[in-house]
C-alpha cells in the first residue's frame, strides 16, 4: 500500500475492530473479550488484511496430559510415551477453523488421531485419522488419513465440516445451538 500525495494512507476496512487492532500494536497484547465466535471471525478477516498474526491465537495447551510433548512454537504436537491410551492437547482459545498438517504415522493399527473441536461443557466433535469415521457418533465420514495427508478443521455457529488435501468432505456434525469451539488433536500411541 502506498501513501497519496499528503503521505497518508487509506485504509478501506470496517471501524468496528480497529480500536483493538490499534491497542495491540501500542501494548503488543491482542484483545477477544468479548466477542462472539462470528465476531472473532470478522476480526480475524482484518487481522488478515493488515497481515496481523496473533502467535497466540491457537496456543495449543496439553490437557491435562503430562506425556504431549510440543515444540517451542506449540505448532507440532508429539506423543512421548507408547501406553495404550488417548491423550489430549486443546487450544487456548475458540476459533472457527484450523490446518494440520500429518508429519508422521507410525504403525496405523497400533497409533491414531484425532482432531477437531471441544466445548466449553467439554463435548467433543472429533474426525478419526485411523478409520474415517466421526467421533462420538461412530460415521463413516471419509477415507483414512495418511502421513503427508493435510486436514482443515472448520466450524460456523451451527455446523462443523473437514477438507482433507483441500477436498471438502461435507457436514460432519450439525449444531443444534452455536457453541464456543475449541481445536483440539488426540493422540493414541508414540509417534504420532
Sequence with gaps: MAPDFNGEFFIDRNP???GRILDFFRNGKMDYSGMTHSEQEAFQTDLDYFQIIDENL???QPHPSPVI???PNRTEVHKTTDVESWYTVVANR???RYIL???QLEDLSRSSA???FRT???TFFLFSFKNGHLRPKDKVYTKPIKQGDVIEAISSDTMIRFKVNGVDQGIAYTLKEPWDLYPVVQIRAKGV
Design 16 to 18: 468496528r475492530f480497529f
Design 58 to 60: 491457537l496456543c495449543f
Design 69 to 71: 510433548k510440543l515444540n
Design 94 to 96: 475458540t476459533a472457527s
Design 101 to 103: 498438517k500429518v508429519l
Design 114 to 116: 484425532r482432531v477437531g
Design 120 to 122: 466449553d461443557k467439554n
